[in-house]
């Protein structure tokens, strides 16, 4: 080994590029990034050029790789409880679909609805799992969604959620809003200091909430 490639060497074992605090980067900087391990066979597929595939009869060491991605907004900018979702929505966007589609009896094509007090947090939840649905569970999806006048939501907003979401799903599908064909997926925050989703599917003018 020439002294050049010696020093290359040493610089990738001092320097890492893993999203760790260190020399080259402080645990500020770190925390704005999440980062998602992946399958080094895959992602040399799905990452031409940028992930280096395995070598056929192995490897001296164990290597790991993971994609990483920089938040929008610095930490600080959002309420607490809307920054603790949101860093989790990949991951729970991802449960509740896998959950949901577990629940679906037979093929339909999904409609989602999103609640939350913030519209742009909602339009994010629901992207987000309509987004999954799609990739995890090749399911079809409808941009559609469910209607609702000022009298249903007057009425449905005095109910508690265990009344409320049963409720709306059988008024969905008595004005026709759902077809036979269709199921809607419904994803909410239950608690103002809750930072998980929850969920629910209606299905023919049938709650059930997923567990």
């Known amino acids: 080994m020439t002294r050049r490639a010696l020093s290359v060497g040493l610089w990738a074992l001092v320097f890492p590029a893993t999203p760790a605090p260190g020399l080259l980067r402080s645990k500020a900087e770190v925390r704005q990034l999440e980062c998602v391990p992946l399958d080094p066979q895959a992602a040399a597929h799905s990452h031409p050029g940028m992930v280096r595939p395995p070598a056929p009869r192995g490897e001296f060491g164990e290597r790991q790789t993971v994609r990483c991605a920089a938040f929008w907004l610095d930490a600080g900018l959002r309420a607490p409880q809307t920054e603790a979702l949101l860093r989790r929505l990949d991951r729970e966007a991802q449960a509740l679909a896998l959950r949901a589609q ?105 709650w059930t909430w997923l567990p």
């Open 102 to 206: 577990s629940a679906l009896p037979g093929p339909r094509t999904w409609l989602v609805e999103a609640h939350h007090a913030d519209p742009q947090v909602a339009a994010k939840l629901r992207f987000a799992t309509q987004a999954r649905l799609l990739s995890d569970q090749s399911a079809p999806v409808s941009d559609r969604q469910p209607r609702w006048t000022p009298t249903d939501v007057a009425v449905l907003t005095r109910l508690p959620p265990d009344r409320a979401f049963p409720a709306a799903c059988k008024r969905a599908h008595d004005r026709g809003d759902l077809g036979h064909d269709d199921a809607l997926l419904s994803i909410f925050v239950l608690d103002a200091r809750d930072t998980g989703l929850h969920g629910g599917v209606c299905v023919d003018g049938r």
